[in-house]
């Protein structure tokens, strides 16, 4: 569950958010489709503690978000970004050092899983073989997707993570977003998470 209790927050003299709640209960899917400059991203530094609100209250999961508990807040999201922020080096290499430690110990990577998980999104075990600079921007944001299914979190956050991707594989994602079970929050532009009816659009 996150909450966000009487939100203010302004940069530069600019307010973004005034009084501004929202809860996304746990196990929701909910859309951020406001228009460019409104404060997504803000909103998004916000629930991951990048970002302290000038006035009111976060809460991850009942505990309030504060600098004491801050890493344990954080260790329950699995955020993706629309450019998938990974190391250049070998992506095999990267997957195995990413579940290697000991803060994803919960997860649910297996070789088996992960080939699995990479057939649902039609990424080719080739990719496994690239260093992460040869991957398309397409490759990228499913091997994120990927990544974030098999962290187990509880909460993902996910930032325009279908934007370089064609139709077919944005309702993919789109339907393993809306039959998970974890708690999803979705920034996107893209008008075709709005057909989907298990998820819950929020714009200001």
Same mark, same amino acid.
């Given at each position: 569950m996150i909450k966000m209790d009487k939100i203010d927050?302004?940069?530069d003299g600019r307010v973004l958010f005034s009084d501004f709640s929202l809860t996304v209960e746990k196990g929701e899917k909910v859309l951020i489709s406001s228009p460019s400059g409104t404060g997504k991203s803000s909103l998004v530094k916000m629930m991951l503690g990048f970002v302290r609100p000038d006035r009111g209250r976060i809460v991850i999961?009942?505990?309030?978000?504060s600098?004491?508990?801050l890493a344990a807040c954080r260790g329950k999201i699995c955020y993706v970004s629309q450019d998938v922020?990974?190391?250049n080096e070998g992506v095999a290499d990267l997957i195995t050092e990413i579940f290697s430690y000991r803060s994803n110990r919960e997860s649910l990577?297996?070789?088996g899983a992960l080939a699995r998980e990479m057939e649902l999104f039609d990424l080719d075990q080739r990719v496994l073989k690239k260093t992460v600079s040869q991957l398309s921007g397409g490759e990228r =944001? @499913?091997?994120g997707v990927i990544i974030c299914r098999l962290l187990n979190r509880q909460i993902w956050i996910l930032d325009e993570v279908t934007s370089a991707l064609d139709e077919t594989l944005k =309702? @993919?994602?789109i339907q393993a977003m809306a039959d998970s079970d974890r708690t999803v929050v979705i920034i996107s532009h893209d008008d075709l998470w709005n057909a989907s009816g298990a998820i819950r659009r929020v714009a200001w």
């Open positions: 927050l302004a940069f999961d009942d505990q309030v978000l600098r004491k508990t922020d990974l190391r990577y297996t070789p =944001q @499913r091997l =309702q @993919r994602v």
